[in-house]
């Protein structure tokens, strides 16, 4: 029998999401966004998941667009909707899935924004001067050096255990979206970097040590209950360190740099495939989108620096 109340249906799925999908924590929270808007709008219409329509779900998704929402946010909302009625139909919950013939507004064909090797570098000077203390200098220089030579993604990033980055290896382990792990090599000044903010990481956790607080596991630890620090505050740092570089904020974000670590290395000669594996993608398709990205910056290359280039 189907639950009576839809936070029953939507914690649900998404155990269910956790075990047999191996969806991420992440991807799992904004499923769980999605559909508990859905399942309001729903409310004040006086439905619920167990009697909706088609219909309804073509008018949220109208809804939607009217608010203003984006192609792509309005495309994972339908996704959303329609592995939950998956789940529902499965578990005989529901004899259909509404949501399964809808033609969603698909995502909008936009390449990555992506930094300039000069930019990079800026950056990454600029990193050396943000922080209250050296301690926390020395952290946000590690920081952006690890974003930059490995092309992690942010969650990536502030999970990475302490224990990968003992002993100044030449590689660590990562472990990415799914729980799927690979292999990504640190550049020589990454590792110096990192092997600075650890003597220094550690002269801090052991001086709490001795006054009864536990130590980290993490390389960046952090105050919050999750024990790391957050993506949200690599976000804001990487604005502040932007402008201390004179680059304009909006054009910073964690993944700015992740895409530029795939466009320089594709630009330097890298093969498409390992890109794909530095990265963890699981479709190349994915990862050709820097092809587009790189014919871009050629092309701007012609028309700007050519000497029969025409204004």
């Not at 109340?5 to 992440?26: T, V």
Request: hydrophobic share 45%; net charge positive; aromatic share 6%.
């Amino acid at each position: 029998m189907a639950p009576a109340h839809p936070d029953q249906w939507i914690s649900a799925f998404l155990a269910a999401a956790a075990a047999e999908l191996d969806a991420a924590r992440n991807t799992r929270l904004a499923y769980g966004r999605d559909l508990k808007d859905f399942a309001a709008w729903l409310a004040r219409r006086g439905e619920s998941f167990a009697t909706a329509t088609r219909a309804d779900v073509e008018a949220y998704l109208v809804a939607c667009e009217a608010e203003g929402l984006s192609k792509a946010t309005r495309a994972r909302r339908l996704s959303s909707i329609r592995q939950l009625y998956r789940f529902a139909h499965e578990e005989g919950w529901r004899a259909d899935n509404p949501a399964l013939r809808i033609t969603g507004p698909g995502a909008s064909k936009s390449l990555p924004k992506t930094l300039t090797i000069e930019q990079v570098d800026r950056l990454l000077d600029a990193a050396r001067t943000k922080g209250r203390s050296d301690a926390e200098r020395l952290r946000n220089r590690a920081l952006l050096e690890l974003l930059y030579a490995t092309g992690m993604r942010v969650s990536e990033l502030v999970e990475l255990p302490v224990a990968a980055l003992r002993g100044d290896p030449a590689m660590i382990l990562v472990r990415g979206k799914g729980d799927k792990e690979r292999m990504v090599p640190l550049s020589s000044p990454a590792r110096t970097a990192v092997t600075d903010w650890l003597a220094t990481r550690d002269a801090v956790e052991e001086a709490a040590r001795k006054q009864g607080v536990l130590p980290s596991k993490y390389l960046f630890p952090g105050p919050g209950a999750a024990g790391h620090l957050t993506r949200q505050h690599v976000h804001l740092m990487l604005k502040d360190i932007a402008v201390l570089a004179g680059l304009s904020p909006a054009m910073v974000t964690p993944h700015t740099l992740r895409h530029a670590f795939a466009t320089h290395l594709l630009a330097g000669g890298a093969d498409l495939r390992v890109i794909q594996t530095l990265l963890g993608h699981a479709d190349l398709a994915t990862t050709e989108i820097y092809t587009h990205v790189l014919d871009e910056h050629l092309k701007h290359l012609v028309l700007t620096r050519h000497p029969l280039a025409r204004k």
